[in-house]
């Protein structure tokens, strides 16, 4: 057994010796839902300050409007009564460091976890197989954040299954302060 698992699954048996969250509805009870991205630093339950029940949160990399990501929004108004949702990217985010074309040359050389050098430059070890399968993905880097934000909230305030009534709100967290930035432009256009 791994080290990370034997840990994981005493940790959990160590939450369920007192579990007692079990009668929680399914529908989020403060009725919004959070996109944002799935990096280790964030943690959306504190800096948003939520606790089980509260809201739903949505990870992926980057926090960015995916199909997959809109899938689960409507899923969550639909069926599941949220009435705002927020889109959350964050400073420092690794989707600004490659691109869809670095991402599709390191996978069609080796499907290896590459490296970054101290001149944000990746590396492969080259030590295949790989696939050119990567090219096919749109991998949604990130150049400038709060275009990403303005561009993923009018992408979803745009999409035919979102109703106009639901406010998207557009925000940055910061990973050095822990601070939520808004992106005026994004929760104008998420209006």
């Not at 040359?105 to 696939?131: M, V």
């Not at 305030?157 to 005026?184: C, F, Q």
Request: net charge negative; hydrophobic share 40%; with cysteine.
């Amino acid at each position: 057994m791994s080290t990370v698992l034997n840990e994981v699954l005493i940790a959990n048996h160590d939450y369920a010796e007192n579990f007692d969250k079990g009668d929680l509805p399914m529908p989020p009870g403060r009725h919004f839902a959070i996109l944002t991205c799935m990096d280790a630093r964030l943690d959306p339950a504190k800096y948003a300050g939520l606790s089980e029940g509260d809201a739903h949160v949505i990870r992926n990399a980057g926090g960015r409007a995916s199909d997959d990501a809109i899938r689960s929004l409507v899923i969550s108004y639909k069926l599941l009564g949220t009435r705002e949702w927020f889109v959350i990217h964050h400073t420092n985010c690794g989707m600004e460091f490659f691109t869809n074309d670095i991402m599709s040359d390191l996978l069609s050389s080796s499907l290896k976890t590459a490296s970054l050098d101290e001149n944000a430059c990746w590396h492969d070890g080259c030590e295949g197989p790989g696939s050119a399968e990567g090219k096919y993905i749109n991998w949604l880097t990130i150049k400038d954040q709060a275009q990403s934000v303005l561009e993923d909230v009018v992408r979803i305030k745009s999409h035919p299954l979102v109703p106009s009534d639901i406010p998207v709100y557009g925000y940055i967290y910061d990973v050095a302060t822990g601070r939520l930035i808004e992106v005026p432009e994004a929760t104008a256009a998420g209006k």
